[in-house]
């Protein structure tokens, strides 16, 4: 298969991330004869920084052309101690799944059985936990109406659904969860917003398309406790935009690290695929970042296309690198691996069609080639 993708590595350390994600990609392109073309962009702080715009024409232009997006991260320190600054990375990327059309961000997180025991979580409490999140991504209060009064005393942020936005999403997350565990939670605020009360009736309603799946309500406020107590009891969550946004980063405890968390955002007319991290600007420069949620948005990209094995390929990588320990520093404290390293093992890993070489005792000694 012939895929043009776009790569929008952003700030922070999005290149480093999105470097090894394509180092996978090859990986995988040369083993299943694969061509992948890349297209690079500027957005977020490095596109303000050279044209005063975190999403240049020019880089939408990139994504339109291509197949699929594969983005890094935005963010940088110096707009967080500034919330007045009208210029942000982070328009870049809200402008991007705007203009797009993302509406669908779907989010994976389970447990990996070498990590159960470094969670910050009880071993028995996430062993077994395997949730998609699916965070409606382009209305919501991230895009209504938002305003500081003229004496700058007063602000408001608007909160805005059409049925049309919660059905389009709720549709595909039933549609994932009749081929998963057939149980759909949907995430609100319906006892208090009249947003989240829409929501409440449109899925109930879409609900009876989809008889096999089993359908339960959740308002975001016990949601995010019952994450951490009983991760188990959940199949797909379908939620609205900062609700997802905030859930997801609390699930990621219950991964590992948020360093593992992939993610998708599909359009009707194209895709996007990045790690939920952001820009870890303190990390940036130093090869210490975790690179396998990029990596795994890869794999993400992959699936879009129906190139399943390849995909599979990819995770069974991921997990070999963290059951052998082959992982950066915010997974493994003691005797860590670099950025590129991890990059590099995945990538080796998926090229050696005879995996046997790779033993815990080779990687320990430094024996291995491949470090
Ligand atoms: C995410 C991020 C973004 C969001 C930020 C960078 C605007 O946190 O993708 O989860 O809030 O959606
Ligand atoms: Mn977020």
């Known amino acids: 298969m012939k895929l043009k993708i776009a790569l929008l ?41 050279e044209f005063n715009n975190p999403l240049p024409e ?3 232009k990139i994504c339109a052309d291509a197949d699929a ?99 389009r999403i709720a549709i595909l997350a039933f549609e994932a969860a009749k081929l998963r565990r057939k149980k759909l939670t949907l995430v609100d605020k319906s006892n208090v917003l009249e947003t989240s009360k829409l929501w409440r009736t449109r899925v109930a309603e879409i609900s009876k398309q989809f008889p096999s799946v089993k359908l339960n309500f959740l308002y975001a406020d016990n949601a995010a406790m019952q994450l951490i107590l009983k991760p188990t009891q959940f199949d797909i969550i379908l939620t609205e935009n900062m609700i997802g946004d905030i859930l997801s980063d609390e699930a990621s405890v219950i991964s590992g690290s948020i360093g593992l968390l ?7 007319h194209t895709a996007l695929f990045e790690p939920i991290h952001g820009s870890y600007p303190t990390a940036k420069g130093k090869n210490i970042a975790n690179p396998l949620a990029a ?15 390849e995909a599979e390929n990819i995770r069974l990588a991921v997990e070999k690198s963290i059951d052998l320990n082959i992982t950066t520093p915010d997974l ?18 998926i090229l050696d069609d005879d995996n046997t070489f790779y033993n815990k005792s080779n990687i320990d000694l430094g024996q291995s080639t491949i470090i």
């Open 9 to 49: 590595p952003g700030d922070g350390i999005g290149p480093e991330v999105i470097q090894q994600a394509v180092k996978v990609l090859n990986a995988i392109a040369e083993k299943y004869t694969h061509t992948f073309e890349y297209s690079k962009g500027l957005v977020g702080d490095v596109a303000i920084k």
């Open 58 to 60: 020019e880089t939408l």
């Open 69 to 167: 997006i594969l983005f890094g991260a935005i963010g940088d320190p110096k707009y967080d101690n500034n919330p007045n600054a009208e210029v942000r990375p982070e328009q870049g990327l809200l402008q991007l799944r705007k203009k797009l059309g993302l509406f669908a961000n779907i989010r994976p997180v389970h447990t990996y059985t070498s990590l159960l025991h470094k969670s910050n979580l009880k071993e028995h409490v996430i062993d077994g936990a395997d949730l998609v999140i699916y965070r409606e991504l382009t209305g919501g209060i991230y895009f209504g109406e938002r305003k500081l009064s003229d004496d700058k005393l007063s602000a408001v942020d608007t909160c805005n659904y059409s049925v049309e936005e919660i059905d």
């Open 262 to 268: 992939a993610s998708a955002s599909i359009g009707k």
């Open 295 to 309: 990596i795994l948005s890869a794999a993400m990209l992959l699936d879009h296309f129906e190139l399943y094995d």
């Open 332 to 349: 493994n404290t003691t005797n860590h691996f670099s950025t590129t390293n991890v990059g590099n093992f995945i990538s080796d890993f």
